[in-house]
């Protein structure tokens, strides 16, 4: 099971889950990328944008853990 840190978090609880209890759904061809060039002053412009959402099908597969703090 992959284990992923973010260090400026602090606490002693956090969360695990499997992976059938998240699913991820994201726009068709996201990221999309626009540009737009300037030929006068030989700028360009960019842009990007996309949707996606995250949900959870299967609750029983999210569980709160909390660590035991040093006495």
């Known amino acids: 099971m992959p284990v992923v ?7 002693t609880t956090f969360t695990v ?4 209890a998240i699913t991820t759904m ?11 060039e300037n ?9 990007l944008y996309g949707y996606q959402s995250i949900y959870s099908e299967e609750r029983k597969g999210i569980t709160k853990v909390t660590w035991p703090t040093a006495p």
């Open 17 to 20: 889950c499997s992976r059938d």
């Open 26 to 36: 994201e726009s068709a061809g996201a990221p999309v990328r626009l540009q737009d």
């Open 5 to 11: 840190m973010i260090p400026r978090l602090t606490g």
């Open 39 to 47: 030929i006068i002053n030989l700028t360009q412009d960019f842009s």
